[in-house]
Each structure stands twice: as C-alpha cells, then as structure tokens.
C-alpha cells in the first residue's frame, strides 16, 4: 500500500510550521543556559540547536498519527527512538565533549586503553543502538549489514558538519536520493516529517547563526541511517556501505575541508548560500 502524497505533504508542512514557531525559542533556551560556543568565525552562537529535530517529530507525532495508517504505527515509534536517542548523545558530545581527542579511530583508541571521552561513549551507545534497531528491522542475515549502515550513517553526518550548511545540504542530497528509492513505499512519510523540520532550520545553519551540533547531525544521519534500512534493496546497502567504510577511512587520514577545497566543484557547493 502507498501513503497518499497528500498525507506526505501535509507531514511536511506540519513539521516545518512547529519548527518556525518553536526554534527561536529553543535557541534562545540555550544561548541563557550559557551553551555557546565560537563558530568557524569565531562568534559566539548557541551549540546543540539540532536537538529541535526530536522536539518537532514528538509533537508533529501526535495530530499525524491520526492521518497515518495504522500498521505505521511500531515502524514510525522506531524512528522516533532512533532520531531521539542519537540526538540525545549528540547532546552529550555538545555540552561536555573535549576537544583532545578526535575521530571514531581516535575515540576508539582512547577507550581500549581504559578511559572513556564522550565521543567513545557514543561511540559505544550508537553502536548499540544500530545493533538493536538491525535486529529488530530485516533478515538475521543482514544485521551487520544493516547495524554498519546505520551507525556509519550517524558519524557520516557527523563527520562533515565543520562549516555552515556542509552537513545539511549532505542530509538534503542523500535525503532526495533515499526518497527516489522508497517511492511508493508508505516509511517515506517518515522522511517527509523530518525533512520539514529541517528545512525550517536549515536557513540559521547556513547562516552560521546557530550550530545543531552533534544533537542535530546525529539525529540526520540516524534518519538517513533507518530509512536506508528499511528502503533500499541488499545490492544497494552493499554498495551504500562500501562508500561510507571508504568515508571513514578517507577522512581518517585527510582533513575534508582540505580536500572539498582543493574541488572547484565541491568547493562551489560547500559555499552555497553561505555568509562569507
């Protein structure tokens, strides 16, 4: 059965007017909490504004529940503890995370030695997380497979959300093409909700007037994560997998920024739109 284009619109609209009407006010929750940080400017603007994703998805959950068939139901309960629990330990990372020690190699390394920063500890949790979402989402068979896309997914957006806009037009981009994939497949409403949210918020990002912070690329890359789980085919996880392994593996060893400037192509997208 496919969910109607009118209830995916309806979801996204819905998600994008809580937005508008509730970020300023979270923003500003958090700039008199004292959580501000100095942006790749060095201005001082409020950190873990991401965690507004969550927020929207709660309240949208509530009036779209009535509109969405019923057997979404354990399936959309799925992608809210998803998009919610990565968020909460991007929080973590925000608010007490240092600095010292950076990279999954890095924090990892750290951990097997015997001390734990925040980015091992979510690290640890994400991986968790990914496991008990893999097993309760397909084939025995595919559990690695379907854990690895999902907590590669989280660090994935994670990864790129050092400059303004770079991490959401990454989440838009992969977004589109995941959307393609699942057309006619009822899980996109999911999709669809977020994506509202986002691009309610995606103008402060891009504008460097606010970070998400790992709350809010956490929370992208957990949806990106879930979706490419529950919608693509095994060859196309097999080979979404193998570009996200070479991710890693490339940004390990080369700074990102370093190489989307050395791309004219790369380049011009990553300053699009944004304040120079």
């Known amino acids: 059965m496919r969910t109607p284009l009118i209830i995916h619109i309806i979801s996204f609209l819905l998600s994008f007017v809580i937005t508008m009407t509730i970020q300023n006010m979270v923003m500003g929750m958090i700039t008199r909490a004292e959580f501000v940080r100095p942006n790749f400017k060095q201005n001082l603007i409020p950190v873990g504004s991401g965690i507004i994703f969550p927020t929207t998805l709660v309240v949208a959950y509530i009036p779209l529940f009535l509109l969405w068939p019923q057997h979404l139901s354990e399936k959309a309960f799925i992608f809210i503890f998803v998009v919610t629990f990565a968020a909460l330990l991007g929080i973590l990372d925000d608010f007490w995370g240092s600095k010292e020690t950076s990279g999954l190699k890095g924090h990892l390394g750290v951990l097997f030695k015997g001390r734990l920063t925040t980015g ?3 690290a640890v949790w994400g991986g968790i997380l990914a496991l008990l979402v893999a097993v309760v989402s397909g084939e ?4 690695p497979v379907n854990a690895l896309l999902l907590a590669l997914s989280i660090n994935a957006i ?8 770079r991490a959401g037009k990454a989440f838009i981009f992969s977004a589109v093409l ?10 996109t409403v999911f999709l669809a909700v977020l994506t509202g949210s986002f691009l309610a918020f995606f103008p402060l990002d891009l504008k460097a007037k606010t970070m998400m912070g790992d709350a809010g690329s956490n929370a992208l890359g957990g949806a990106l994560g879930i979706m490419s789980v529950w919608l693509l085919s095994m060859e196309a996880k097999f080979a979404v997998l193998l570009f996200l392994v070479a991710f890693h593996l ?9 190489i989307i400037e050395k791309n004219s192509f790369l380049n011009f997208l990553d300053k699009l739109g944004r304040e120079r």
Do not use: Y
């Open 120 to 122: 091992g500890f979510k």
């Open 140 to 143: 025995l068979i595919m559990i």
């Open 178 to 187: 995941l959307a393609a994939a699942g057309i006619g497949r009822q899980e």
């Open 250 to 258: 490339i940004t390990e060893k080369v700074s990102l920024t370093k």
């Open 158 to 165: 994670n990864l790129l959300d050092l400059r303004p806009g």
